[in-house]
C-alpha cells in the first residue's frame, strides 16, 4: 500500500506487519494523489509536482511541474500500464 502525507512524504506500507518500507522524500508540500504500476511509484503534491519513483530502489526518476493531479489507471495489459496525468497548460 502507498500513502502520501502533509509533510510531503510518500510512504510504503506492508498491509499484513503495518510496517512502513519506504519512506521517499520529493515533495515540499501536501503529497494530493499516489498510484503506481509494477515498476514505479507516481505521487503528485500541492506544488504541483508529480515525482516518478523507482520502486525497487525509492529513488525520484523524474519532476515534472505544472501536474494538477494523477487521474488513474486508463489502461492496463499484461505489458504495459497507462496512467492519466490532468497537466495545467
Known sequence: ???GAA???VRVWDVVSGECLQHLRGHVKSVTAVTCTAE???S???E???CIWDRARGECLHRLKQVSKVVGHSKQTQRTQRIRIK???
Open 7 to 9: 509533510n510531503g512524504g
Open 1 to 3: 500500500m502507498v500513502s
Open 87 to 89: 497537466a495545467k497548460i
Open 48 to 50: 504541483s509536482v508529480l
Open 44 to 46: 503528485v503534491s500541492l
Open 40 to 42: 514505479h511509484l507516481l
